[in-house]
């Protein structure tokens, strides 16, 4: 290695080299701590700003949390409750209280519909929350849910003793009613319903002949739409949608008939057989005047098998633009001949009572029309089976093609005794003591459920009296009795059925009727027969008798409809001994 003097003479000593570096160490130390402390200091300031912080927010989140329990607490048990200071302030901090509100609202809606918390609790707690003005579309929400479950969890209760019952139908929808927002009952009702409509497939398909009994395929695709969105398709469910398309086209794919028009009437039935001929005042005019239902069943089905279908009356006639009417073009699904069909004196007579009728119609849980009868043992009786518009609604229910779109028949009302078994006109006859706006309202219910079925209704006049030997005032006036009575009951109509088929098919009485709506005008008479009026005010139309005499000395002339012989209830005694 080369030495330098010169380089050696410029370095200093290690002695000095040491004191500098030891006094360059302590100053850097000096400034390490200073910046340490200043550090530390800034970090201080820091930490406790944000613990001031948090502890000034935790205050805040304690206090809306705290508010919000109390209020949930206060109100399980009180239906109407009034807000505290602190409850209103949170409508007032609703930006910063929202989601802890919200938050209790949830606890009390999930505990419900866990089935931790009764129904009213609920309520009442919704009901409290709903006073915080900011909160009450939230509530409203959560009520619609939580009464849509209610409903269900009330339909799944019914549905288990409808199935125990044998009511399987009733008990498949009751399951269905059952939402999904139901945690307690949803999986079992979905399970059960499953289980039913695959062992009741024939009760299913008589629920969808409901539907289409009426004419409603809408609602017929609808209702099997709703099993296919909550339990999936199956081929059954799949093969009742093309069933309904099929039973559309046979509604919709019609053809001019041009044949004869066939209109049978009956009056109301002999319910009661056994009371009709044990009743000396009343045997011999309900076993001439009237059928059985096992006689009606009977005829129903023959008519029905020889290719016949319901059709309303009034699709017979078509009104001009003058206000004049004609015979209607008829068109009908192809092979089908069409039937119209009328029943008389629609009443339920009090003076009749105990004689074998019904003593009135009723309308059921379900809107269905049925009957009930008080015997004078104190029996009460409502069935489906012993009159003629429960048993025609079961029967196109189980053979839906028996009627053009939804048509049943035309009740003949008259007023002087009420309507349907009601007392509901403005005088009672004698013996009777009636509230009348309670019996309106009851014959209004009626009517608009036969209306719902598919029943129309036509005039037999108020008085039921043979109008031909009347006065022209008394025609005036019995006219105008009706109308006022009796439409405000039924709704207006265009047919007036003769009583006792005595017509008068022209002049003043005719012009009256004619000025006052009716346009379809029909006696009695075995051929079929449908005109026009001599005076071309409306359409004439006869109509055959379905009764005992009919039954009794016609069977040769209704051979082509059905055997008297065969359709004979064997209730009704053969020979006439009164």
């Keep these: 290695m080369n030495y330098s003097p010169e380089l050696n003479n410029s370095l200093p000593d290690v002695q000095t080299a040491r004191q500098k570096y030891k006094k360059g160490l302590f100053s850097d130390k ?94 009442n707690m919704l009901n409290a929350f709903s006073k915080l003005s900011r909160a009450q579309e939230y509530c409203a929400t959560k009520k619609e849910t939580v009464d849509e479950v209610e409903r269900g969890r009330e339909f799944f209760a019914k549905a288990k003793d409808q199935k125990i019952q044998g009511d399987y139908i009733s008990a498949i929808e009751g399951y269905l009613a059952v939402p999904k927002a139901d945690k307690v009952n949803y999986a079992e ?73 066939e209109h049978v009437f009956t009056h109301c039935l002999i319910a009661y057989p056994e009371l009709c001929y044990s009743s000396p005042s009343m045997t011999a005019s309900l076993d001439e005047d009237c059928i059985t239902p096992y006689e009606f069943t009977k005829i129903f089905e023959e008519l029905y098998n020889k290719g016949y279908i319901l059709i309303d009356i009034n699709i017979l006639a078509k009104e001009k633009e003058d206000g004049s009417v004609e015979i209607a073009d008829l068109y009908l699904p192809k092979g089908k001949k069409p039937l119209v069909f009328s029943i008389d004196d629609v009443t339920y007579d009090s003076r009749k009572m105990h004689t074998g009728m ?51 028949g035309t009740l003949c009302n008259t007023g002087f005794d009420g309507v349907f078994g009601y007392r509901t006109q403005s005088e009672p006859l004698e013996g009777e003591n009636v509230n009348r706006d309670a019996e309106i309202e009851a014959a209004l219910k009626v009517a608009a459920a036969l209306k719902e079925e598919g029943w129309s209704f036509a005039s037999h006049s108020y008085g039921h009296a043979n109008m031909p030997q009347c006065s022209f005032d008394y025609i005036k006036e019995d006219t105008d009795s009706w109308i006022e009575e009796v439409t405000a009951i039924i709704g207006e109509t265009k047919v007036m059925v003769w009583p006792y088929g005595a017509h008068i098919r022209q002049g003043e009485a005719h012009d009256y009727l004619y000025d006052s ?12 027969f449908i005109a026009y009026e001599p005076d071309n005010k409306g359409i004439y139309m006869d109509r055959k008798s379905l009764d005992g005499y009919a039954l009794r000395n016609r069977r040769e002339k209704y051979m082509y409809l059905f055997d008297t012989e065969a359709v004979w209830d064997p209730l009704r005694p053969k020979e006439v001994t009164w």
């Design 358 to 408: 019904v003593d009135k119609l009723i309308v059921d849980e379900n809107g269905m029309v049925c009957t009930y009868t008080l015997h004078d043992d104190g029996t009460e009786v409502i069935s489906y089976e012993n009159e003629i518009f429960p048993i025609i609604n079961d029967f196109v229910r189980k053979h839906p093609d028996f009627t053009f779109r939804g048509a049943r």
């Design 30 to 123: 000096s400034l390490i701590i200073k910046w340490v402390c200043f550090l530390s200091a800034i970090f201080l300031l820091l930490i406790l700003s944000t613990v001031g912080l948090f502890v000034s927010c935790g205050n805040s989140v304690y206090a809306y949390n705290n508010t919000a329990k109390r209020l949930y607490n206060r109100s399980l048990d009180k239906e109407e409750i009034t807000l505290t200071k602190k409850e209103s302030k949170l409508n007032d901090e609703w930006k910063k209280a929202e989601k802890y509100v919200v938050k209790i609202i949830d606890k009390g809606v999930d505990s419900y519909l866990n089935g931790k918390l009764e129904y009213n609790k609920t309520s």
């Design 517 to 528: 709506g009716f346009r379809i005008f029909c006696g009695v008479g075995v051929p079929a």
């Design 189 to 261: 009702a979905n399970k059960k319903a499953k289980e039913l409509i695959k062992s009741n497939r024939d009760g299913v398909s008589y629920a969808i002949n409901g539907y289409l009994s009426r004419y409603d395929i809408q609602g017929a695709k609808d209702y099997v739409n709703g099993y296919i969105d909550k339990l999936g398709e199956t081929d059954f469910l799949k093969s009742e949608l093309d069933r309904i398309d099929e039973y559309e086209k046979f509604q919709t794919d019609t053809v001019l008939y041009k044949g004869d028009i």
